[in-house]
């Protein structure tokens, strides 16, 4: 497929809206070199050659590491497994009604399928809740960017009035504590304090755990050189992709959370009733700003955007190319991106996300209700 548009100097973010103009672009810090993931995804029979893009394109994009480390957090087993069973368990919240795994389903790509997800006592967020898959490789989380990490995203929900609604990091202390189990978990995973079941070290465990959340696909064998990995007509919708603009900000090793973009940098958004963040720095020249999001598994995180108001992904391609970008994109380019999308999706690491018995619950005992 021909496409003749030229590259605009702002793109494309589908899962959220978040591009604007990418002198605003604020740059990730370098990943620390790891083993790469393996990729046992089943790819599509061999192709004819000459299909792949110019090597100085592909350098903008990075396959997927295994595990996603930092050392300001460094893992340990035993630490994972602790919050294996925190992300779970849904004593965390107020009335024991949500866990993690309930706005970001681990068997289904890490999100709920709602455009706003309901919190512990039946209302309604005011944003789309985005996969935690490899969530843990982003340079700031939250649309707004309000958390650093992982680690410090995870106590938040915990205490939002709107989600999980404990009233206080002590009060989850102090659940914590009254569970048979717990205790002896926290030690393992935190050994040598005195006092392990604290509220940093409830996020530090659930983050841990969260940096194993990753999918690779074959897109990642493509990368590392195997060009039979993708379809023709993905090699085709990447190339639309590329040319229309869209990897100027869905780049590098997630495509995507590596910036903050404002949606509606050509034409305004639609729903201005979110000021994005603004909310968090007071600062009128962020608003409608938001962290580019991820394109990995994008085929499975529907709805779409901070607002949920894309129910099918050609629809929030053509939203992007209208309010990102001025285009009007053609059905057939529609069609080629969308096809190209569906090479980012990964494989679930079914055994690393399997459900653990919680502490102070006997084996197969379902989650509390």
């Known amino acids: 497929m021909q496409v003749t548009r ?51 394109l592909l350098r903008r994009f990075a396959p997927l590491r295994a595990t996603i480390e930092s050392p300001e957090h460094p893992l340990t087993a035993e630490k994972v497994a602790l919050g294996r069973m925190l992300y779970f368990d849904k004593r965390l919240s107020k009335n024991q009604r949500l866990s993690c795994n309930t706005c970001h389903r681990l068997d289904a790509y ?3 399928g709602e455009v706003t997800s309901l919190g512990d006592a039946g209302q309604r967020g005011g944003r789309n809740s985005p996969t935690v898959y490899n969530a843990a490789g982003y340079f700031t989380q939250f649309w707004d960017g309000r958390a650093a990490d992982v680690e410090e995203q995870a106590k938040g929900p915990i205490l939002d009035p709107i989600e999980m609604a404990m009233p ?15 205790r002896e978990a926290f030690s393992k995973a935190f050994p040598g304090v005195a006092d392990p079941i604290t509220y940093d070290a409830v996020g530090d465990a659930i983050g841990a755990f969260e940096r194993g959340l990753v999918t690779p696909a074959r897109w990642d064998k493509y990368l590392r050189g195997d060009k ?3 379809h023709d007509s993905e090699i085709d919708g990447l190339k639309v992709f590329t040319n229309v603009g869209c990897m100027v900000c869905h780049t590098g090793e997630f495509l995507g959370g590596t910036s903050y973009q404002r949606v509606g940098a050509v034409e305004p958004w639609p729903n201005q009733s ?38 099918t992904l050609d629809q929030a391609v053509r939203m992007m190319g209208k309010h990102q970008l001025g285009l009007e994109l053609s059905d057939a380019e529609v069609t080629a991106i969308v096809a190209w999308l569906g090479a980012l999706t990964g494989e679930l690491p079914k055994e690393y996300i399997a459900p653990p018995t919680l502490p102070g619950m006997a084996a197969g005992t379902p989650e509390p209700i």
């Open 110 to 112: 890490g999100v709920d």
């Open 6 to 56: 030229s590259p605009l100097s702002c793109v494309f973010a589908l899962s959220m809206p978040v591009l604007s103009a990418c002198e605003n672009e604020a740059p990730a810090a370098p990943h620390p070199k790891q083993e790469p993931a393996p990729v046992t995804a089943e790819a599509p029979s061999p192709q004819e050659p000459n299909k792949a893009l110019n090597p100085r």
């Open 168 to 182: 206080s990091g002590e009060a989850v202390v102090a659940r914590l504590k009254a569970i048979t189990g717990y």
């Open 274 to 311: 979110d000021p994005g963040r603004a909310r968090v720095t007071n600062n009128e020249a962020d608003k409608m700003m938001f962290k580019v999001p991820t394109l990995r598994n994008i085929q499975k995180t529907a709805p779409y955007f901070h607002d949920g108001s894309a129910k």
């Open 228 to 230: 039979n990995a993708l």
